[in-house]
């Protein structure tokens, strides 16, 4: 033991939360779309009418974890596609600050 040298601090809290199916009623179902419409698309963001979105239980559930936590980081695992992505990563966004870069 010994040494009379203050500790560290601690390190600052961390909260990881991971989402293992983030439309399970599609996963359940085995059907990507809820009704007729695609929880990947329901979001507010490149629509021309805002009453368009928010329509799916996955949609609306994901918005409110957004809506109650600041993430400062997000991975995305997307098995139809075979990849970890971050967001805002598309080619569309190339050059481009992310729709909230000014929040």
């Known amino acids: ?4 040298g203050a500790r560290p601090p601690p390190p600052p809290p961390r909260r990881i939360v991971i989402i ?7 996963y359940f179902r ?4 809820e009704g007729n419409i695609d ?18 239980i996955a949609g ?3 918005n409110e974890l ?11 695992f997307h098995g139809g596609m075979e990849v970890i992505g ?7 966004y190339l050059h481009k600050d992310a729709p909230d870069a000014i929040a």
């Open 60 to 62: 609306r559930s994901i």
């Open 66 to 76: 957004f809506r109650s936590h600041l993430f400062p980081i997000g991975l995305t």
């Open 1 to 4: 033991g010994g040494g009379g």
């Open 20 to 26: 293992p199916t983030a439309n399970a009623l599609g």
């Open 86 to 92: 971050y967001e805002w990563g598309a080619p569309t």
């Open 39 to 56: 929880p990947n698309r329901d979001f507010p963001f490149d629509v021309e009418d805002p009453a368009d979105c928010m329509q799916t």
């Open 30 to 33: 085995d059907n990507r779309a």
